[in-house]
C-alpha cells in the first residue's frame, strides 16, 4: 500500500504540471480525458481476468482484443456491478473540476515546487520496491498480477508501456547442481533404474564457440539440468499411433455417465490423471496449445504462439514424431482467426493442416461440430502406416448463457437425466454430447479400419470453461472440491489405448508435462532437459507453473501475490527448498524468453536428436 501510494503521489503532480501549462479549459478536458482512461483500464483489466481468466499486457491486449471480439455484446454486458464503481473516482473529478473556478497560475515556484515533490516520491517508490525486493519485478513486469498487486494501476500502465520497446536485462541463478530434485522411482528398486546418458560433446563444443552471451546462458543452464531415467513406462506404446486432442473448455462437468459415455468410459478404462492442471494464459487456447506441443513458458507480455510463429522449432511434437518416421497432422474446424497455426506448423515439421477454410464445413451460429471435424478429417490420415493427429476441437467453446445451436442441440435429452441445472451448465453439457459424438465416431472408424488398438489416444483442456462463474463450475464437479487450494486449474488428462490397465495416475501434472510424457511412452530418443515440463513417469519431482509465477507441486502450492506456500495434508517445505523452487519458476520463465527472442533452436537443431550413451 506504501508502494502504491508512492507511486500515485508521484504521476498525481506530474499531469497536475501538464494540466497548469495549458489554457484552463484544455487542462480541464486533458485532466478529464486522463480520469475516464484510467478508470476504463481498470474496469477492462478486471473483466478480461474475469471473461478470459487473466490480467493482460497492453502489448499483449492486441491479441486479446481480437479474441473477445465476435463476444463484445457478452463481454460488455457481462460486466460485474462492482467493477462499474471504478468510474464514480473520474464522474467525481469531473464534477468538482468543471464546478470549480480556476484562475491560471504561472508561479514558478509552485510548478518546481511540484517537480520537486513528485521526485521525491518517485525517489520514495524505488526505496520502497527495493526494500520490498521487487526490483526484477518493478523493472520488468512479467507476472502482471503480481505487478499491479505491488505498484497499482497508474504506474503498471507505465511500466507495461515502458517494457514494450525496452531491452530487456534477463537472470538466470544458475544452481551449484540441479535445482530439480528426484523422487524414487514408483518400483521402488534403485538397481532395476536404467539411467538415460546423453553425450554432450557437440553441445559443450557450440557454447565454447558461442558469441552471443544470452544462447550461452541458455546452454549453461539447460546443460545442468537434470537428465529423466528411463522407467517402466518407457516404449510402453512403441510405434503406435497417437491422436493428441486439446479440448476446447474440457472440464469435469463434461464428464457424464448418463450423456457422455464415450468421454467416461475412456476415463474409467484408461488413465485418469487426477491431479493434473491446466495453467491458464494471457493468450488462452493459443498458448495453452503451444504449450501442449513445445512444453515451454510462454511471455507473459505477448500471445507467444503469433509473436514467434517464424522460429524454427524441431523440439515440436510435431518435427520429434516426424524424425521418428511418423506422418504428422493437424486440424481444426475454425479459421486461423486469433492464431498464426499454420506458419507456426509449418516451422513444426507438421505435414498437413487443414482448418475451416480449408474444408467444406457446415457453418452453424455458435462453434462448429467437432463430429463434422471428424467426418471430413480421418479419410486425411487413416491409410497411413503412422501417424500423429493433433486435433483443436471447438465445439464446447463459450458462450453458455445464450442460444448456439449446438448448446441447444441436445437439451431434451440433459432435461430428462438433469431437469434441476441451471441453463448455462445444460448448454455446456449439450456441447461436450457433440464432442462425446465425435470421439464415438473416431474410435468407430479406427476400429473398422483396424487401427484402434493400436493408437493412444491424449486428451487434455486448454482452460476451464471460460465466462463461467466459479461457483458454477465448484457446484457441477462431484469428483473434487474446485473451491480450495489451487482446483480451479484442475482439469481432466486421460490417456486411452483398448489394451492398457485402467489406473488413476495421482501424481501432480500440468499441460507442460504432456509432451514429454508421450515421447517417452513411444519410446524416442528425446532431450528431457529442453522442456519445461517432465515425463509423468520419471524420477524428476514435478512442478506446476502458473502465469502469475504461482505454483504447485506434490507438497503443496506456492502463491506469489501473498508470498506463501500452503502445504497439502501432511506435507511440509523448508523455507530453502520453497525459495529454490521460486528460483527454478524465474529461471525457467526467463530461459523460455531468451529461446524465443534468439530462436534458440535453429542455431542448437542438433539438441533435438540427442546422441545416448551405453
Not at 536485462?169 to 521402488?188: D, G, Q, R, Y
Request: aromatic content about 14%; overall charge negative; hydrophobic content about 40%.
Amino acid at each position: 500500500m506504501i508502494t502504491i501510494f508512492c507511486c500515485t503521489l508521484t504521476i498525481c503532480p506530474i499531469l497536475a504540471i501538464i494540466a497548469s501549462l495549458m489554457p484552463v479549459k484544455a487542462g480541464k478536458i486533458f485532466i478529464s480525458v486522463i480520469c475516464w482512461l484510467f478508470a476504463a483500464y481498470g474496469i477492462a483489466q478486471l473483466q478480461f481476468k474475469n471473461f478470459m481468466g487473466n490480467y493482460i499486457s497492453i502489448k499483449a491486449s492486441f491479441d486479446g482484443a481480437g479474441r473477445i471480439t465476435e463476444f463484445v455484446g457478452q463481454f460488455i454486458m457481462s460486466i460485474k456491478l462492482e467493477y462499474w464503481t471504478l468510474l464514480l473516482a473520474p464522474l467525481l473529478t469531473e464534477i468538482y473540476t468543471w464546478k470549480r473556478k480556476y484562475k491560471k497560475n504561472d508561479d514558478l515556484m509552485i510548478v518546481l515546487g511540484a517537480i520537486v515533490f513528485a521526485l521525491y516520491m518517485h525517489i520514495m517508490t524505488i526505496v520502497s520496491v527495493t526494500n520490498n525486493k521487487q526490483m526484477d519485478l518493478y523493472q520488468y513486469p512479467q507476472y502482471i498480477p503480481k505487478a499491479l498487486q505491488e505498484f497499482g494501476l497508474s504506474r503498471f500502465i507505465y511500466l507495461d508501456l515502458k517494457s514494450i520497446n525496452q531491452k530487456e536485462e534477463l537472470t538466470i541463478i544458475m544452481p551449484v547442481a540441479s535445482s530439480t530434485p528426484t523422487t524414487t522411482p514408483a518400483n521402488n528398486e534403485e538397481e532395476l533404474v536404467v539411467h538415460r546418458k546423453i553425450d554432450d560433446m557437440e553441445w559443450k563444443e557450440a557454447l565454447n564457440e558461442e558469441k552471443i552471451e544470452s544462447i550461452r546462458t541458455v546452454d549453461q543452464y539447460l546443460m545442468q539440468r537434470q537428465i529423466s531415467d528411463f522407467n517402466d513406462h518407457t516404449g510402453m506404446f512403441e510405434d503406435m499411433n497417437v491422436i493428441y486432442i486439446m479440448i476446447e473448455a474440457f472440464d469435469y462437468m463434461a464428464l457424464d455417465e448418463e450423456l457422455t459415455p464415450t468421454l467416461v468410459r475412456m476415463k474409467n478404462e484408461g488413465w485418469d490423471f487426477s491431479n493434473h492442471y491446466t495453467p491458464k494464459f494471457s493468450c488462452a487456447t493459443g498458448e495453452s496449445e503451444f504449450v501442449s506441443e513445445m512444453s515451454l513458458v510462454p511471455q507473459s507480455d505477448v500471445c507467444t504462439p503469433n509473436q514467434y510463429a517464424t522460429n524454427d522449432w524441431p523440439s515440436s511434437i510435431f518435427q520429434m514424431f516426424k524424425n521418428n518416421g511418423y506422418d504428422t497432422y493437424a486440424f481444426h474446424n475454425w479459421k486461423d482467426e486469433f492464431y498464426e497455426r499454420r506458419t507456426i506448423y509449418a516451422h513444426s515439421g507438421c505435414d498437413v493442416y487443414l482448418n475451416y477454410d480449408d474444408q467444406n464445413y457446415h457453418t452453424l451460429a455458435g462453434w462448429q461440430s467437432d463430429k463434422e471435424m471428424m467426418e471430413l478429417t480421418i479419410p486425411e490420415y487413416i491409410d497411413s502406416d503412422r501417424f500423429l493427429t493433433v486435433y483443436i476441437t471447438s465445439s464446447t467453446h463459450f458462450p453458455y448463457d445464450s442460444s448456439s445451436v449446438l448448446g441447444d442441440r441436445y437439451l431434451e435429452e440433459i432435461n430428462k437425466v438433469h431437469p434441476e441445472y441451471p441453463m448455462n451448465v445444460k448448454r455446456y453439457i449439450s456441447k461436450a454430447m457433440e464432442l462425446d459424438k465425435a470421439m464415438e465416431y473416431l474410435m468407430d472408424e479406427l476400429d473398422k479400419a483396424g487401427k484402434l488398438d493400436n493408437t493412444l489416444f491424449v486428451m487434455f483442456a486448454d482452460h476451464h470453461p471460460l465466462h463461467t462463474p466459479l461457483e458454477t463450475i465448484e457446484s457441477y464437479t462431484f469428483e473434487l472440491d474446485r473451491s480450495v487450494d489451487m482446483n480451479e486449474d484442475r482439469t481432466p488428462l486421460i490417456m486411452y489405448n483398448t489394451k492398457m490397465k485402467p489406473t488413476k495416475q495421482t501424481s501432480v501434472s500440468s499441460t507442460y508435462d504432456i509432451l514429454p510424457t508421450v515421447l517417452n511412452l513411444v519410446g524416442f530418443a528425446y532431450e528431457p532437459r529442453i522442456y519445461v515440463g517432465r515425463d509423468y513417469f520419471s524420477n524428476v519431482e514435478p512442478l506446476v507453473i502458473f502465469a502469475n509465477g504461482d505454483w504447485v507441486n506434490n507438497d503443496g502450492y506456492y502463491q506469489i501475490n501473498a508470498d506463501q506456500f500452503t502445504p497439502f495434508k501432511d506435507k511440509e517445505l523448508s523455507d530453502e527448498k520453497i525459495k529454490g523452487l521460486n528460483t527454478e519458476v524465474q529461471n525457467l520463465f526467463n530461459i523460455s524468453r531468451m529461446i524465443y527472442k534468439e530462436n534458440y533452436f535453429s542455431k542448437r537443431e542438433f539438441v533435438t536428436k540427442p546422441s545416448y550413451l551405453d
